[in-house]
């Protein structure tokens, strides 16, 4: 079975912080992702990586950055917390080949920044 | 711009058989995916469509007609279990591409 694994299932921080939400997976995968997750925004992607020290914009990353130093994980930064950034981050690891290269998803942090 | 729309929530009755719809409009399309979220926890992994057509897992089945840019998830003998969010999510490019996410529909399950 594919675990990824993150750092904390609940995080609280103050304005202003800087905040690293970590994420580890066990099955070799190649892909990384962070997305938050909001209500009635969906799942919108933060960052990825498809290798180690490689790293690409997603569609939200200002306020973020990441760190892919080892192939099994993937960080997740933010540099100055901030209350707009109160929410569910999900990592997800996936293969970089076969049919489907399905994403598997952590079990998510929820960051709620004072 | 990349567009996928699926309703925001249904309702349906323990036993019943309940379809989710998904449109989509994308710069291309490499399959097409559905996951199922429960309240508090992680997506995961329900079905994949690359090819127009049924594919059917146990109760689940999902349908892709890429002409028509629709999919559905069609979920029969519905238990209390299956209320959860249902994702549709379209990887857009071959490759490595990630998959861009619907919003989700919402679905409760009532006896």
């Known amino acids: 079975d594919v675990k990824v694994t993150q750092s904390s299932r609940y995080l609280v921080k103050r304005t202003g912080e800087k905040v690293f939400l ?5 099955m070799d995968h190649e892909n990384m992702f962070w997305y938050r997750q ?21 569609d939200i990353p200002e306020g973020y950055s990441v760190s892919r130093e080892k192939k099994e994980r993937f960080s997740l930064i933010l540099e100055s917390a901030s209350t707009n950034q109160t929410s ?25 920044v004072l | 711009g990349q567009n996928i729309d699926q309703p925001t929530e249904m309702t349906a009755t323990e036993g019943a ?6 449109t989509y409009q994308t710069s291309g399309f490499n399959g097409l995916f559905w996951y199922q979220q429960h309240a508090g926890e992680a997506p995961t992994f329900l ?6 057509g049924l594919e059917e897992k146990g109760r689940f089945s999902s349908f892709l007609s ?6 559905y998830l069609l979920l029969k003998e519905l238990q209390m279990k299956d209320s959860a969010s249902y994702l549709c999510a379209v990887r857009d490019h ?9 919003k989700g529909t919402r679905l409760s399950v009532i006896a």
């Open chain 2, 94 to 102: 071959s490759g490595n591409t990630p998959l861009v996410f619907g």
């Open chain 1, 38 to 58: 909001d209500p009635g925004l969906g799942l919108r992607l933060i960052y990825f990586s498809y290798d180690v020290k490689m790293k690409e914009k997603g």
């Open chain 2, 47 to 52: 079905s994949y469509n690359v090819l127009d």
């Open chain 2, 66 to 71: 890429r002409s028509k840019g629709y999919s």
């Open chain 1, 88 to 112: 569910m981050y999900l990592c997800a690891s996936s293969l970089d080949r076969g049919p489907s290269r399905e994403q598997f998803f952590g079990p998510g942090t929820r960051l709620t």
């Open chain 2, 17 to 22: 058989i309940v379809q989710i719809n998904c």
């Open chain 1, 22 to 26: 970590e994420c580890v997976q066990d």
